[in-house]
């Protein structure tokens, strides 16, 4: 990581004063830090910023469940007439809880043959990943008249750590084609083509080149679904890789007209589609959410001045690995800077949230906000040493809930044990 370079996260005036002045009324209403704070209100903001664009087509947009499986925040989606994706039993279970109709979940995911039979209901929608997983799941679609779909391995989808690979999820062009005439002589012919191609794409040529691959299956097997499903993919704004540079620099966050404008133009292709359904988690939920931590011990060692808070990258923050975020104290803290290690309190040299220029003036008992922790810190965090943080919501404005307490690694007492 760059030590010296100032970083650029570009948040827009008032979104930072705004995360301060939530977090001292969180702490008003009883939080204790480590927390996490979740608000539905720039959830709101961006989902506008989305359903602005003219993709073609109507689009829909799924909420993305793995990537911040929070109740409070499902419901308020849920509550809008917004439906959820999940790719599990335990996301199944928990969308049905927050008052999702079955028709209103879309069931992806690898080996769902393994859970799917457990909670089988009329009309689900499923996207087939394996013919495995369809020889197994094909009575059931039968006799609960499922409305299907398929997910199709282009080429565009490799694993991005070793390009040369490809990812284990869908089904390559010939199951795809195999599974198609099974589901079409089953009287279930998909409504869906479905692809996701990786996380944090840097812009959109790689969801050109799957339209492109779809449209050549489609064709190639004379079937044009009802509906393309382009997954989800896009960076999140205000984010930057290891090396410093913006994630979503590709995508023009301020409006993501880009990716609208190649879709409408790559869609042109599709015969008969009639709607578009995207499943974007980080690029709509991760500034929904900061991290607070508090500093508890405060040393310097060779040009370093470290930072020992009670959160940080091995509980809280995983993505701290691969990304760098926003990291601001509580309280305007002035003067001069100095390279600044912000640790967790974990004993770990790895647990480490970011090195950069950082006031000197902050102190032991100072509260630092980590940005955009909206998605997938929730579903990252650890148990390791001291157990999982409080979570608190903003339910309306300027009304902040406890949605969990914290949560210690030792056991709750029993009689046995007391
Ligand atoms: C099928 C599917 N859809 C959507 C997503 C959300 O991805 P992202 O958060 O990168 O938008 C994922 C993430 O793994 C996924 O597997």
């Not at 689009?59 to 959820?84: D, I, V």
């Not at 589609?273 to 500093?295: F, Q, T």
Request: some cysteine; hydrophobic content about 40%; aromatic content about 10%.
């Amino acid at each position: 990581m760059p030590s010296g370079r100032p970083l650029v996260f570009g948040h827009p005036p008032g979104v930072i004063p705004a995360w301060r002045a939530r977090v001292r009324e969180a702490l008003t209403a009883g939080a204790t830090t480590p927390f996490y704070l979740f608000s539905p209100a720039p959830v709101a903001e961006i989902l506008q910023r989305f359903e602005a664009l003219n993709f073609g087509r109507p689009a829909t947009h799924w909420y993305s469940t793995k990537t911040q499986p929070l109740a409070a925040q499902l419901r308020w989606w849920r509550n809008q007439g917004r439906p959820a994706e999940v790719v599990s039993e335990s996301e199944w279970r928990l969308v049905r809880e927050c008052g999702f109709p079955v028709d209103q979940v879309l069931i992806n995911g690898p080996a769902k043959h393994h859970w799917l039979p457990a909670v089988c209901a009329d009309g689900m929608r499923v996207n087939f990943d394996s013919l495995a997983e369809l020889t197994a799941l094909l009575p059931y679609a039968r006799r609960h008249r499922w409305r299907t779909g398929l997910r199709l391995l282009t080429a565009a989808e490799f694993d991005p750590e070793q390009p040369d690979f490809p990812t284990q999820f869908g089904l390559t062009p010939d199951e795809a084609a195999l599974a198609l005439r099974r589901l079409q002589r089953a009287g279930l012919t998909p409504e869906v083509l479905h692809f996701h191609l990786r996380t944090n794409l840097s812009d959109t040529a790689a969801h050109r080149q799957a339209l492109a691959e779809v449209a050549a299956f489609c064709r190639s097997v004379q079937w044009w679904p009802r509906c393309v499903d382009v997954g989800g993919g896009l960076p999140p704004a205000h984010t930057l890789g290891r090396g410093g540079r913006s994630l979503s620099a590709g995508h023009n966050p301020a409006t993501y007209e880009p990716l609208a404008r190649m879709m409408r133009e790559a869609l042109g292709e599709f015969s008969g589609l009639e709607e578009i359904w995207l499943e974007n988690g980080r690029a709509i939920l991760a500034g929904s959410g900061v991290l607070a931590v508090r500093v508890l011990d405060v040393k310097e060692r060779r040009g370093v001045r470290q930072l020992i808070c009670d959160g940080g990258r091995t509980q809280h923050a995983l993505l701290s690995v691969w990304e760098q975020h926003e990291l601001v104290p509580l309280a305007q803290r002035r003067g001069p800077v100095t390279l600044t290690a912000i640790h967790g309190p974990t004993c770990m040299a790895f647990d480490q949230l970011t090195r950069k220029p950082f006031p000197r003036s902050v102190r032991a008992g100072d509260v630092l906000l980590w940005f955009e922790a909206g998605a997938y810190h929730l579903p990252w965090e650890t148990r390791f040493s001291h157990g999982l943080a409080e979570i608190w919501w903003e339910e309306s404005p300027g009304q902040f809930e406890r949605q969990r307490g914290p949560d210690p690694i030792r056991p709750p007492a029993t009689p046995a044990t007391r």
